[in-house]
């Protein structure tokens, strides 16, 4: 029993003494990694701050990977510090095994990460465009590393991760300055046909929203059944803002000027007949 608590003392203070015996080595590494995570700090703010006019998404999403590899890189120095018997080779295997473990197992989320950076590199749409993916569409709210966040027109948070926007076709509604619009029109064959086309034309021109130039058209698209006496007019239009909720607007308002303007048109084509008579 004693000769078992011997040992037990014995072991004891060989591992009080060989923890003594490091302690300097593991304070510097201490010291050593949280110079470096103070770098990655630093780095991270400088890189936002350089990119906050133009890239403020891009610059985040570098300045967290840098930053990252900054405190890697002093693990590993703090490491090598803490224990000097470590050789690069080992390192080296490690790095490698470890790289290719983590690759299986985090594998949509670094596909996730690198189409982010791609997407934020490339800009093909920027925070405050409008967007659509089927099935969803709405405003780019934020676009992070892993994933973008739009907002849809009923007031809902969609969170699309970035791989699905770079390997998918995405529609940017927003991408030009001016829109155009259509509306498919159905209409009673009428004996002067460029007559009604030119009164829907003028009644869509006279539309605040309606841009002069281009300016709006009414194309005939469909004869219908011979014999109906039906035929369906295509209406093209263009506005400013190619903004859903501009396009609603535009909409009521160019299919209410039609709708009047075929009404005047009917109610005075029909006095005339009375009058013919």
Known sequence: MNLNFGKLSDSAQHMIDSIMARLPSLVVAIAVFVLFYILSIFVGRIIRSATRAH?????????????????????????????????????????????????????????????????????????????????????????????????????????????????????????????????????KSAENFEELRSVIVNAVKRVAAVLSDPGPEALLVDLGDPGSNILKLRILWWTKSPRQHEMLTSYDSVLTAIRQALSRYETGGRRDQGRAA
């Open 55 to 187: 890239r403020q998404n891009l610059g985040m999403a570098f300045a967290r990977l840098i930053g990252a590899g900054i405190i890697l890189l002093g693990f590993l120095v703090a490491f090598s510090i803490v224990a000097p018997s470590f050789q690069a080779g080992d390192l080296i295997k490690v790095l490698g095994i470890g790289s290719v473990a983590i690759g299986f197992a985090f594998q949509n989320i670094l596909q996730n990460f690198l189409a982010g950076l791609l997407l934020l590199w490339a800009e093909p749409f920027r925070v405050g465009d409008e967007i659509k993916l089927d099935p969803y569409e709405g405003t780019v709210e934020e676009i992070q590393a892993r994933a973008t966040i739009i907002k849809t027109y009923d007031q809902r948070r969609v969170v699309i991760p970035n791989a699905d926007l770079f390997t998918h076709s995405v529609i940017v509604n927003t991408a030009f300055d001016i829109r155009r619009w259509e509306h498919d029109l159905t209409v």
